[in-house]
Nanobody, 114 residues
Framework: QVQLVESGGGLVQAGGSLRLSCAAS????????MAWYRQAPGKQRELVAT??????NYADSVKGRFTISRDNAKNTVYLQMNSLKPEDTAVYYC?????????WGQGTQVTVSS
């Protein structure tokens, strides 16, 4: 069982930056592929970024602005978000998967004001 706890959300002006963190429990964190999703009000949850075997992928809407990274020694995955836009406003969720198992964090709110 893996528990994921996100932090770092908040209110920021357009053009600003935030860094989200996702701390994971468990001794096999390095084996898990990790991702960030987001869900805006009235919209479906969407994939933002993934990291697996040191390879990362991004949604087109965040390419060049967001960076996913991980520190296996700290059991933590990060999402650095730069040049934030009002349309980035959403609840951001951390997601982990490995060997058919998947886990979600509780989410952290990001609000970008114009």
């Amino acid at each position: 069982q893996v528990q994921l706890v996100e932090s770092g959300g908040g209110l920021v002006q357009a053009g600003g930056s935030l860094r989200l963190s996702c701390a994971a429990s468990g001794r096999t964190f390095s084996s898990y592929a990790m991702a960030w999703y987001r869900q805006a009000p009235g919209k479906q949850r969407e994939l933002v970024a993934t990291m697996h075997s040191e390879m990362s992928n991004y949604a087109d809407s965040v390419k060049g602005r967001f960076t996913i990274s991980r520190d296996n020694a700290k059991n933590t995955v990060y999402l650095q978000m730069n040049s934030l836009k009002p349309e980035d406003t959403a609840v951001y969720y951390c997601y982990a998967w490995h060997a058919g198992l998947e886990f979600w964090g509780q989410g952290t709110q990001v609000t970008v004001s114009s």
